[in-house]
């Protein structure tokens, strides 16, 4: 079984203007698992997934879906 996680997030930090919306959130998901991101108002659960998505730019971070950045993928 391959255990290389399918996303792997480390130290993503997003800001808006100054504004810290994400700090150094890290984490794996590997095949298989399950997972979900849960808050309140503001802590930064859609400016984490728009990184994943690679529809946002962090301030800061190494975020790769299955090995690649999201930001070097090429659309389809």
Not at 6 to 22: G, K, N, Q, R, S
Request: with cysteine.
């Amino acid at each position: 079984m391959c255990t290389s996680p399918v996303i792997d997030v480390a130290d993503l930090f997003v800001t808006y203007d100054e504004f810290p919306a994400v700090k150094e959130l890290s984490f794996q998901v590997r095949r298989g698992e399950l997972y979900a991101l849960l808050g309140t108002n503001g802590a930064g659960k859609t400016s984490t997934l728009e990184v994943i998505e690679g529809h946002r730019r962090a301030a800061s971070d190494i975020v790769r879906i299955l090995g690649e950045s999201p930001r070097d993928r090429r659309p389809c």
